[in-house]
């Protein structure tokens, strides 16, 4: 895929690029009914004799990459996930505290604490709500120290 981007533009903003019959690069002012035309023109000014057509720089992009504005928009409409942890009767307090710090970013102590004993408590705590891939990948980093977890969609429920 090639982006076109201009790199610069000399004409004042009433005057366009307008090819007629018979002229090979001719200006006009006036409204300018096509804008998705990429065109950089260097103009010398009405009067010093036309312009000067530049080649427009060609921006590569890898095939299949999105851009950073697709990829904010499809994490903003992307349906947000809880990770939840259940209750077991195999690992100790501690154990469980150093886990959820260790898997889960930004978890500090205090939270960690109140999670896990929030699930020893109620039998679940929801530990985390992320994107669908992220809770999939904490769910099983969190089995894979072998905590009980699961994820579930964030929309249901309160």
Known sequence: METAICSRIALSPGHVLNPKSGDRFSLYKGHCANRGILVAVLAAGPGKGGGLLERPTIEKTTPGRESEFDLRKSKKTAPPYRVI??????????????????????????????????????????????????????????????????????????
Not at 137 to 150: F, K
């Open 85 to 158: 942890l259940h209750n077991d009767n195999y690992n100790k307090r501690e154990y469980v505290v150093q886990v959820l710090m260790k898997v889960i970013p930004g978890m500090t102590l205090d939270n960690a604490v109140n999670i896990m004993q929030e699930a020893h408590y109620n039998g679940l705590a929801v530990v985390i709500i992320c994107s669908q891939a992220d809770a999939e990948e904490h769910c099983m980093q969190l089995r894979g120290n072998g905590l009980l977890s699961s994820i579930e969609p964030a929309s249901g429920g309160c």
